[in-house]
């Protein structure tokens, strides 16, 4: 009888053990699963963190940011100098390539850290915005000045975006843009110039062709987004300028009819009917692609302005980095520049609002943006920024920087953020000219296909 | 007698528990949660869920790649069939019934892919593709087949094939050794008769080796099913990402776009389930045509 009893007991205990695990497992807990982040302070408690103290800010900051082509000199740079700054606060970083994808338990759970620099693969400021995840600071940022008085509203490059009538979900903090690099010192050394125009570039692809017997132009067919946005948008809106490419990225049906989506199509299946575009280029990622211009199989490639920082370990020391933006205009009007601005933002759900604000108001001045410039070759989203001063920028850079804070040289485009409902026509559109660019840059599929293919899923999706 | 056998089953079950609770938080869990996430539209990426019944399954429906998907896993599931089960089904019976020396060598060599990462045997056949400096448009060049040479995986109707080589050949060696184990335990005497009955070495593979080591092939056949199905999403994803354009797209594959990439996560798990309904129906239609009588002499 004792025998039995014990064994009941066991029993009983084993299969109390087992529902524990089961339960354990099956819990929504997701704060533990941000163990592979880059976590310099204890874990988040969901406890909400003690008010600012008169003597500076205390309690814990959470930064969420994502380290890609730009490195994380920076970011180590200004979160210390912060921290310095306000010895009582503890700051923790959550930050690496995967960084969106490690901290999406952490949104998903509604326990996300106090900023999020909202940039790389997983992160999607749109869908963050229609799901209620970040802050209105609309208000905060309206106060806000720099240095010399001037409001930070009217000194950035790309502007603050204002959603529902004027509400500031995000602050503009790199300016990032797409568009087309070459081989200064190989151009001069060749007397090749560099093209200013559609007619201009392609005689110049044309050119090198026949002098090198390579194709001129390289670009990743494994990511088809880099043409899109490196050569397709900046095309259809020095055709038909922003309203033009907001309506074309958003599946509006007219858009995809007018005659100036034709156009910048023709020159696309120009480039490939010259074949000056590379044979390979389908099978490539991003990474060889951008190898093979640096070893000069290839002259022209549409890359952002990461691609020097992000290379710069493969490149030959005789290459210099040349920058345009993507000449798909027409002779004599200005060159087209679509930014793609990577923002930061503090979460609705913030613990430490007021240290949040206080962060993103600290890194908007002149000084950062220098650093910013010189640790990773991009350009902070801050006009009237001399770089030519500084000595850690490189030379690119520096005739970039001009160039963009130039109006006459260079007509910005803005892509507007749609809303919730646009935005999943704007993803599917998004795939459909990824798939049919491919063809037509294999000369599998004309102009004219291409266009009434996305004309149809227009109408398809607009139904 | 009967308490003993109660003891048994007790013990057999405390024994199957744990493996058991394991296999229902892992695998159970997740699937029922799969499905559950099919029907709402869901980023993935916060605690905002939209249910919408079956819209995510009625847009599968109409969707045209998911079409070329499936049709591009089965393409994958019958070349790796035919490719892997020839292969190594050949080189099994090579290296037991010739007299190799170097058998043990060749059993190492062709095991080698297999303890490899499937992302470096994709990263490994892109550099021999290449292109430009690839081995394979190096090789045609040499032996004057110029025209030959291509952007094998930038070329559409050469993609699917470019992929399907790697992945044959990185299957070999598992299967071969597995064949292996059951043509050793083929009794040598078999052999020996069919030879005095003057049976030609075919005819012994034919009528001895094939039908007494079927349950190897058979159990060989359902598991390059079912990891084909389940496992080329890794070496396209690497080698291709689906493209160029949806050519060489997968299930998994589109899975991982619309989940991950399109902040679509409800599609992605409708896609998911489409999976595993494709698998099972799949594994169910193969274990039907598969089933033989055991043959024993």
């Keep these: 009888m004792v025998h039995k009893k014990g064994m009941k007991q066991f029993w009983l205990l084993f299969a109390l053990v087992g529902l524990l695990m089961l339960l354990a497992a099956c819990s929504g807990d997701d704060t533990k699963d941000d163990v592979a982040t880059n976590v310099e302070g204890t874990e988040a408690d969901g406890t909400p963190e003690e008010p600012a103290k008169e ?72 869908q963050m915005i229609a799901e209620g995840q970040l802050m209105d600071i609309s208000d905060f940022v309206k106060d806000l000045k720099m240095e010399d008085g001037t409001p930070l509203l009217d000194s950035f490059i790309s502007p603050a975006e204002e959603i529902d009538g004027g509400k500031i979900y995000s602050l503009p903090l790199v300016f990032d843009t797409w568009g087309i690099w070459y081989d200064s010192n190989w151009f001069k050394e060749n007397n090749w110039a560099a093209p200013t125009d559609f007619d201009t570039w392609l005689s110049s692809m044309e050119q090198i062709k026949v002098e090198t017997n390579i194709a001129p132009f390289i670009t990743t067919g494994q990511h088809p987004q880099y043409f899109e946005r490196g050569v397709l948008n900046p095309a259809f809106a020095a055709a038909g300028g922003e309203q033009f490419l907001n309506d074309l990225r958003n599946g509006v049906v007219e858009a995809w009819q007018r005659p100036e989506a034709l156009e910048v199509m023709k020159k696309v299946q120009k480039m490939a009917d010259a074949k000056v575009v590379d044979p390979g280029f389908a099978a490539y990622n991003h990474t060889q692609s951008q190898m093979n211009f640096l070893l000069h199989k290839n002259a022209y490639i549409p890359v952002g302005f990461w691609l020097p920082n992000e290379m710069k370990n493969d490149t030959p020391s005789d290459l210099e980095f040349g920058f345009t933006p993507t000449p798909m205009n027409e002779p004599g009007e200005p060159l087209a520049l679509v930014p793609d601005i990577r923002t930061i933002a ?72 749609p809303d919730a409902e646009v935005q999943k026509i704007a993803v599917e559109i998004t795939n459909e000219i990824k798939l049919q660019l491919i063809e037509v840059l294999l000369g599998k599929k004309t102009a004219e296909q291409f266009i009434d293919i996305m004309t149809k899923k227009s109408q398809e999706l607009r139904k | 007698m009967a308490q003993s056998a109660k003891q048994r089953y007790l013990f057999l079950a405390f024994c199957l528990l744990p493996t058991f609770l394991l296999f229902l938080v892992f695998t159970v869990y997740p699937m029922l949660g799969g499905l559950y ?84 045997i ?25 025209e030959w040479a291509r ?112 902040f679509q996560f409800g599609y992605g798990a409708a896609i998911g389930v489409l999976i595993l309904v494709v698998s099972l129906i799949t594994v169910l239609i193969s274990q039907f045509i598969l089933k033989k ?3 024993e002499y």
Excluded: C
């Design chain 1, 346 to 417: 503090v979460s609705e759900k913030a613990k430490n609002p007021e240290a949040a604000k206080a962060f993103l108001e600290f890194i908007f001045t002149e000084k950062y943006a220098q650093d910013f410039a010189a640790s990773t070759g991009a350009i902070m989203n801050l006009k009237n920024v001399d770089l030519s001063a500084n000595t850690n920028v490189p030379e690119f850079l520096t005739g970039i920087n001009d160039m963009i804070n130039n109006p006459d040289a260079v007509q910005l485009y803005k892509h507007h953020t």
């Design chain 1, 55 to 126: 003597d500076g800010l205390s309690g814990k900051l959470e930064i969420q940011y994502f380290v890609g082509g730009y490195g994380d000199e920076w970011w180590k740079q200004v979160i210390g100098d912060f921290k310095n700054e306000n010895p009582n606060l503890e700051i923790v970083e959550h930050a690496g390539p995967n960084i969106n994808t490690e901290m999406n338990t952490r949104w998903i759970s509604n326990n996300p850290p106090d900023v999020v620099y909202i940039d790389g693969a997983g992160a999607n400021e749109t």
């Design chain 2, 37 to 120: 996430y099919s029907f709402f539209e869901w980023s993935g990426t916060s605690s905002v869920k939209t249910f919408i019944g079956l819209d995510n399954y009625v847009k599968l429906w109409n969707d045209t790649i998911i079409k070329q998907a499936i049709f591009n896993d089965f393409f994958f599931v019958f070349v790796k069939v035919i490719g892997i089960m020839m292969l190594s089904l050949f080189f099994a019976v090579a290296l037991t019934q010739l007299r190799i020396k170097e058998a043990p060598f060749y059993r190492i060599v062709f095991f080698f892919p297999n303890i490899m990462s499937v992302v470096v």
């Design chain 2, 293 to 295: 009588e055991k043959v």
């Design chain 2, 151 to 262: 952007p094998w995986l930038g070329d559409m109707t050469w993609v699917l094939p470019s992929i399907a080589i790697p992945a044959i050949w990185a299957g070999i060696g598992l299967f071969m050794l597995l064949l292996m184990g059951g043509i050793s335990n083929v009794p040598k005497s078999l052999y020996e008769a069919a030879d005095i009955d003057g049976a030609s070495e075919w005819q012994q593979f034919w009528r001895i080796t094939v039908p007494l080591i079927w349950p190897q092939i058979k159990t060989s056949i359902l598991y390059i099913i079912i990891t084909s199905l389940n496992g080329s999403f890794v070496l396209v994803q690497v080698m291709t990402g689906g493209g160029p354009g949806s050519a060489s797209e997968v299930m998994g594959s589109y899975l991982y776009q619309r989940a991950f990439e399109d």
């Design chain 2, 122 to 146: 994709g990263i490994l056949w892109q550099f021999i593709y290449d292109p430009s400096i690839g081995l394979v448009n190096s090789f045609l060049m040499k032996v004057g087949l110029t």
